[in-house]
């Protein structure tokens, strides 16, 4: 296991070496390797034990050593080179890619429906091998070999423990699914029918039960070692490729998230996602190069900067993901420029290590609504949940997300608010404590189609929260693009122009709003639909022309707590479009509703991040300047992700093939000055107030239940620590 008590610079150059030419992999140096990692910065590597080729990069007997290595255990080498500089080593296995395994047992390979093996043909991807065939106990030997010989490792990593496109339809999973089920195998995927139900899921269920078998076989070798696999996050814009994140996790030590897309959204979103899976510092990664994998130049130092600090500020530690060269090298200018990076991050350990977020608001992230729901679109989810997390993510509101199982009367009592952002699929569970949640005082904001669908997709004749929503589904309208109007003197409308009718660029529910409803703005339709009428409009833009009365948005007092429907999903047009005024109805919503001000607040832009933890002292291991009541300091981090302009990162066609789309390298970051930092906390909460890790005093102002402090300047990341 890794030391919990400090942040970790985790460094994980790709090993992924064919063995045609005898060249390959000549140069591999285990004290370059150390050598490199230590000028890096790095605590922990991660060392290749078996690549997508299917190359062991120690001597297997189950299996294949990579040709030119002929017997060398460099794995071992590697691993013991780490050690002699104090650098932990965590072993990298490759599942379900595996070359050579996949070309001499041909029926290992996981096929479509039509018996051909995946992929079809691709130069840039590798055969997938199937865990129902006897591939399965070939990498259970594998996991035996490393787990009896590398005492020195700290942990195991499974890689790429999924099904390919499409998933598997070969002889093995036909026969196994037959004797489960009773049925044969369905053809194609499917989640409408209850068949194509059971297939999918019985899909997870097999790889949650290899992910257990390999993690008690490591563990009874190697107790204190941390297992981990690589969680694919629900919010990855593909296909589905069978992990249930929510329940295999359970069998992690460790829990790590790529977030290899150059989009600064997904860093936080990806290190807050991370974070809800498990209690551990969850690891975020990226790579180190400017593009995927074919310009070999490392990104800007304020591009790395950036992305190492934003998951620090998110309670994560960071991962840079490099390759090595085919010879088995290791570019030595790349490790250099990584240094200054791991010094900004190891500096702020003291002040980041055993803390907790500060509790505000919560966003829903619901895998039955991006699989029944959105199905083969995942977008009309997914677009939906990341809209309204970078709203509020924008709009610096302290903001965690909330799994399925945090949906519970006790989990939610913790926030403020909860934010349903088209959460169609919820079960009669989920609404009962959502319900009880708000009875007892917890705001609530509600979009679209949230709770008319039941956990397993089955539609319900009105929203499952009807009551406390306070509104009743009727019908849908038929526009793809509407508008709102809001009514006048209502705080939804807070910095809103009054009299614009404001785009959704989506289509809204016709709803009733019950007894004891307000309706704070209603559904304005345009002059035609666009896209569907054949007639000529006005540049492509059919404005606002229809009243309708219908309500768009609905406030009411449930119980003790408050709640906002929104019939449209301005999160998603905040998402797809960059719409502010989406962005403002949405905030002001989610600040109603919580009917309180949120713990910390700031000024600026929504280039600007916040979050904030509570560290205790005692727990932390450091010496206390300075006391507070609880035994507790706050330390509030403030991430700047503002570009220089005409550098600045794109934000359309996010996840998908989008996560390794090409981005724009970040070459600089413009300070932010003079922010106003307020933090709801008595008097007695401070006796000081400073940045860390530059230990800078400063000034700060107390009154009416209130701390305010200036921040001179923030270039990437600085943390104001109340004591
Ligand atoms: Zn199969």
Not at 83 to 107: G, H, M, Q
Not at 429 to 457: F, K, P, R
Request: net charge negative; with cysteine.
């Amino acid at each position: 296991m890794l030391d919990p008590n400090t942040v970790h610079v985790h460094l994980h150059p790709d090993m992924h070496t064919p063995d045609w030419d005898p060249r390959f992999m000549r140069a591999a140096d285990p004290q370059q390797i150390a050598e490199l990692a230590a000028r890096a910065g790095g605590t922990v590597f991660w060392a290749f034990a078996k690549c997508v080729h299917g190359s062991a990069y120690y001597p297997t007997r189950a299996g294949h050593q990579h040709e030119t290595l002929a017997g060398r255990d460099l794995l071992a080498e590697v691993i013991s080179a780490l050690r002699a500089k104090d650098i932990a080593s965590v072993i990298y296995y490759c599942t379900c890619n595996d070359t050579w395994a996949a070309d001499r047992n041909p029926d290992w390979s996981q096929r479509n429906s039509k018996g051909q093996a995946l992929p079809e043909v691709s130069i840039n991807d590798f055969p997938w091998t199937c865990l129902n065939s006897p591939y399965r106990q070939r990498v259970l030997e594998q996991l035996h070999e490393l787990a009896h010989g590398y005492d020195e490792a700290v942990g195991i990593f499974l890689d790429r423990v999924d099904w390919g496109p499409g998933g598997c339809y070969c002889d093995y999973c036909q026969r196994a699914f037959k004797i489960e089920t009773g049925h044969p195998l369905p053809t194609r995927e499917q989640w409408q029918t209850p068949l194509g139900r059971t297939f999918m899921l019985w899909r997870s269920r097999v790889l949650h039960e290899f992910l257990r078998e390999a993690q008690s076989l490591v563990k009874a070798a190697q107790p204190d070692w941390a297992f981990s696999h690589n969680v694919y996050p629900e919010t990855r814009e593909i296909e589905w490729v069978g992990q249930w994140p929510e329940r295999d996790v359970h069998i992690d030590d460790e829990v790590l998230v790529e977030a290899f897309g150059d989009y600064t959204f997904e860093w936080m979103r990806n290190a807050t996602y991370a974070r809800a899976l498990t209690k551990q510092r969850p690891i975020i990664s990226f790579g180190r190069f400017v593009g995927p994998m074919w310009d070999w130049t490392t990104k800007p130092q304020a591009h790395l900067m950036a992305q190492c600090l934003t998951p620090l500020a998110n309670g994560c530690d960071p991962m840079m993901i490099d390759s090595f060269y085919p010879d088995g090298s290791l570019d030595p200018d790349a490790y250099a420029e990584m240094a200054p990076v791991s010094a900004a991050v190891r500096a702020r350990s003291p002040w980041c290590v055993a803390a907790d977020p500060l509790q505000y608001a919560a966003i829903h992230l619901s895998l039955p609504s991006r699989l029944y729901y959105a199905d083969d679109q995942p977008a009309e989810y997914l677009h939906d949940f990341n809209g309204a997390f970078k709203a509020l993510a924008d709009g610096h509101l302290l903001t965690d997300i909330a799994l399925g199982r945090d949906l519970a009367a006790d989990n939610l009592a913790a926030y403020r608010v909860l934010v349903l952002p088209n959460a169609a699929c919820l079960s009669d569970d989920q609404i009962a404590a959502i319900a009880q949640y708000v009875e007892q005082g917890g705001g609530l904001v509600a979009t679209h189609s949230t709770s008319l669908y039941d956990e397993q997709g089955n539609r319900r004749l009105d929203f499952g929260l009807s009551e406390v929503l306070g509104v009743s589904y009727r019908e849908a309208i038929n526009f793809n693009t509407t508008f709102l109007q809001l009514e006048s003197g209502n705080e939804i409308g807070a910095g809103l122009p009054a009299a614009t009718p404001l785009s959704l660029a989506t289509t809204q529910w016709k709803v009733e709003a019950q007894a004891g409803t307000e309706t704070a703005a209603t559904v304005l339709l345009p002059m035609v639909d666009y896209g569907i009428a054949p007639r000529r409009i006005t540049w492509g833009d059919p404005p606002p022309e229809m009243p309708t009365g219908h309500p768009a948005v609905t406030t009411r007092q449930h119980g003790k707590g408050r709640v906002v429907y929104i019939a449209g999903l301005p999160e998603r047009a905040y998402f797809q479009r960059h719409y502010i005024h989406c962005r403002r109805l949405i905030l002001n919503a989610v600040r109603w509703a919580a009917a309180a001000e949120p713990p910390v607040t700031l000024e600026g832009g929504a280039g600007l991040k916040l979050t904030a933890f509570r560290q205790p002292l005692a727990e932390s291991g450091i010496a206390s300047v300075g006391k507070d009541n609880a035994g507790s300091r706050l330390v509030v981090h403030i991430v700047n992700l503002q570009a220089v302009p005409g550098h600045d990162i794109k934000h359309g066609q996010m996840g998908g093939a989008g996560q390794l789309n090409w981005a724009n390298p970040i070459e600089e970051i413009v300070p932010a000055h003079d922010l106003l930092l307020r933090i709801a906390a008595p008097a007695s909460a401070a006796t000081r107030v400073y940045l860390a890790p530059e230990g800078e005093e400063l000034d700060f102002e107390s009154e009416g239940g209130e701390i305010r402090v200036r921040v001179p300047t923030v270039h990437y990341h600085t943390m104001v620590v109340v004591e």
